[in-house]
């Protein structure tokens, strides 16, 4: 997507600090007073020597009595300077022949800077000085934050001029201003509008509690997070309106058809939260609007079942499935089970279930790409090859993603794509769809609808990291939620020990216990970012280790640079029991099931994200057997762990419960990083705070829903105010 595009004013010759600007996302007025202040400097009032005490940072003003160059200790300009009730030494270690000559004795200079004691008496490093006189500002000093090539004159004065440009009329309607008023009633202060709120932010009067500007609880800041989360709901409600405009199949079971067949040959009963999201799902896949729709649940929840249930929905009624996972070897493990249950059901109807891989042979891929367009093949699984150019479905009626957060999102993107996109008949932006979304319009050559229209995919993505209510509210408020919120019966709880490296034949001594008793084991090993090779290496050495150390174990090796085929085979070998102990990079990391696995080893695990060891741990707990997993830590030098490390270890021994451990990763990460593809491009909210501002997110919630409906044209003027052209960011 384009970033913002400059007035043509702008497009000419664009001085250096003007770059730096735009760099910085400062393009429009509207921009320049969105920029707010990092700090604040005082140049409201002169202080008197004699009041002011060291450490505070002052201005004052006074007679230079004294200037002398000293070159002991260094070379420097020393001034001293006598404002009636006390004096004070100016130093300055770099000067030019201007600074001697502004500050000549007998001249009267205001100085600004921070007062220390010391043997010279006291004093005041490069203070910033000008000639005494002149009007003091009424209200304090901004400091934005800036770039390198952007002085902080040049853009106060920028700030200041674009303020006083930009057009910040209400854009909330009188009933919308009135329930954030309601919302803010904790306040005790009347509710500011834009622009005083920013007016004020810019330039604070000097009596003004800096406390409050700093935690951003004054009424200002609360107008201006009001209005920020306000245009986010806006965005992400108007991409689900413009979806909702768009058509897709409508899809039934059918009364003896593979539904029924599939919940009869399953070898369990689902549980309750299953039912209720497979029956979630199959309302959206009824309607002829296109469903977007995450299920997310804890690993091991049982997802996969329900996404064999949706997948039979579509393909009862006579249109085509696909299905994705991130890697290979996952989309192999993963679906290995579903289609273990799809395929004898399909064959007796003729149907067949293509594979789609980057690995394929050019043959096999040619005969595969054959069934799809044909419709043959009424559930199509595979990598991102899914989503390539030459595939072309006959009717593609639902879309499932696995691990949907391990997806970019110009992935998903391109899935989208792969059907036709129609805009709404005289909806959108037509400058917009010049931009972007005409590529994606396929002319006439997919699936129409009874009515003659094209159609657009269900589509449901899974996930294993459930999201925190807070950010399922905002950055995912276009999103429809199920959750399953418990686990099959018959699981006995995970056990999990944090020890050190120290105690590294300890667990070698239990893998022993568990291999003896029939049981297998996960080990994997540690994550070295900056190199694919050291982690390779200490694979390898783990992997010797090990064979030598359990001798008549079959242990095997699994990494990422490995040839598709090698995988294959040794992961054949560990879900047929053979293999007791499977040492591997982080490639395990989701959706390999084999439920005989009872202890996971994570080694370096301080080297670990949270929600990623939350889900290495739910590889094992996944039978009757009771599991363990053993966190194993190698300490700094000093014998301790990093502060988040620690953090992250505790919480893992603490809690099972991945809502919990998603809670306190986005406690210990932030937003920002939780996110990942999601966001990239994306602007994240740049003063709202989820963990403070819930009572702001919830009343833009209720007001973005009002403003859309009563009020659309003040809901457009309030995103393009805010976004601009990043909103269709959102859309993704
Ligand atoms: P995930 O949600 O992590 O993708 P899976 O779909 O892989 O979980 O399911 C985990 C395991 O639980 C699988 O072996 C699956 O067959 C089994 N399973 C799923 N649903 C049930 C159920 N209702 N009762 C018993 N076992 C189930
Ligand atoms: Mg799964």
């Not at 505070?56 to 004294?66: A, L, N, P």
């Not at 309607?287 to 995450?294: A, D, G, I, N, T």
């Amino acid at each position: 997507m384009p970033a913002a595009t400059p007035p043509a004013a702008l497009r000419k010759e664009l001085s250096a600090p003007q770059k730096a600007m735009q760099k910085l996302g400062l393009v429009r007025d509207i921009d320049l007073a969105l920029h707010l202040p990092l700090r604040y400097e005082d140049e409201t009032r002169i202080v008197s020597l004699r009041e002011a005490h060291d450490g505070q940072v002052v201005q004052v003003e006074g007679t230079v009595t004294r200037q002398e160059i000293t070159q002991r200790p260094r070379r420097q300009l020393l001034v001293t300077l006598d404002d009636g009730s006390d004096t004070c030494t100016l130093r300055f270690f770099s000067f030019y022949p201007s600074h001697q000559k502004a500050l000549a004795v007998g001249a009267r200079v205001r100085v600004r800077g921070e007062l220390r004691g010391g043997f010279l008496g006291r004093t005041m490093m490069h203070p910033a000085f000008h000639a005494a006189g002149g009007a003091l500002p009424g209200s304090l000093t901004p400091v934005y934050p800036t770039s390198a090539q952007l002085p902080q004159a040049y853009l106060r004065k920028a700030v200041a001029a674009g303020l006083n440009r930009a057009d910040l009329s209400e854009t909330l309607p009188p009933p919308v201003l009135a329930s954030l008023q309601e919302a803010l009633r904790g306040l005790r202060a009347p509710l500011m509008s834009l622009r005083q709120a920013l007016e004020f932010l810019h330039h604070p009067g000097p009596d003004v509690s800096l406390a409050a500007l700093e935690d951003h609880s004054h009424p200002a800041w609360q107008r201006l997070k009001a209005e920020e989360l306000l245009a986010q709901q806006l965005s992400q409600l108007q991409a689900k309106r413009e979806r909702d405009a768009l058509r897709a199949p409508s899809l039934q079971t059918q009364a003896g058809g593979l539904h029924e067949q599939l919940l009869v040959a399953l070898p369990f009963a689902l549980t309750a939260a299953q039912r209720r999201v497979g029956e979630e799902i199959a309302r959206d896949l009824q309607r002829s609007v296109p469903m977007h729709r995450l299920l997310q649940g804890d690993v091991g929840s049982g997802k996969t079942v329900v996404a064999a249930l949706a997948a039979t929905i579509a393909i009862d009624s006579g249109w085509q499935c696909a299905l994705m996972a991130p890697t290979e070897i996952l989309a192999e493990q993963h679906f290995a089970k579903l289609i273990g249950w799809l395929e004898p059901l399909l064959e007796p109807l003729g149907k067949r279930v293509a594979w789609l891989t980057g690995s394929q042979k050019k043959k096999q891929r040619t005969e595969m790409l054959a069934l799809i367009a044909s419709g043959e093949a009424a559930l199509v699984v595979g990598t991102h090859a899914v989503i390539q150019d030459q595939v072309q479905f006959k009717n593609l009626a639902l879309a499932i993603i696995d691990e949907q957060h391990r997806f970019g999102v110009a992935q998903r993107l391109a899935l989208r794509s792969k059907t036709p996109y129609r805009r709404p008949a005289g909806g959108g932006d037509p400058k917009s769809d010049a931009a972007g979304l005409d590529s994606r319009v396929r002319g006439d050559d997919g699936p129409l609808l009874e009515d003659g229209s094209l159609s657009e995919p269900h589509l449901l993505m899974m996930s294993a990291t459930p999201i925190p209510r807070t950010l399922a509210m905002s950055y995912y408020a276009d999103l429809d939620v199920s959750t399953i919120e418990e686990l099959p019966p018959g699981r006995t709880p995970i056990v999990t020990k944090v020890v050190s490296d120290s105690r590294r034949h300890e667990v070698i001594e239990r893998i022993r216990a568990q291999v003896a008793a029939g049981r297998q084991v996960y080990w994997v090993c540690p994550l070295i970012e900056e190199s694919e090779a050291i982690d390779l290496s200490n694979a390898t050495a783990t992997h010797a280790e090990l064979s030598q150390l359990l001798p008549g174990v079959i242990v095997g090796l699994l990494h990422s640079r490995m040839p598709v085929a090698e995988k294959k085979a040794v992961m054949a070998l560990f879900s047929g029991g053979q293999m007791g102990v499977l040492v591997s990079t982080t490639v395990i990391e989701v959706g390999v099931d084999v439920p005989n696995a009872s202890l996971m080893v994570i080694e370096h695990a301080e080297r670990f994200g949270l929600s990623q060891l939350h889900q290495l741990r739910g590889r094992v707990g996944r039978g009757a057997a009771a599991s363990a997993c053993v966190l194993m830590y190698t300490p700094h030098e000093g014998g301790r762990l990093g502060e988040t490390a620690r953090e992250r270890l505790k919480a893992m021994a603490e809690t099972s419960d991945g809502f919990e451990i998603a809670r306190r990763d986005l406690e210990i990460r932030g937003p920002g990083e939780f996110l990942g593809a999601r966001q990239s491009g994306a602007p994240l909210l740049r003063f709202a705070d989820l963990a403070t501002d819930i009572h702001l997110l919830e009343w833009a919630r209720q007001a973005a829903a009002d403003m859309l409906s009563l009020h659309p044209e003040s809901a457009s003027r309030h995103v393009t105010r805010w976004l601009g052209n990043r909103a269709d960011y959102l859309k993704v």
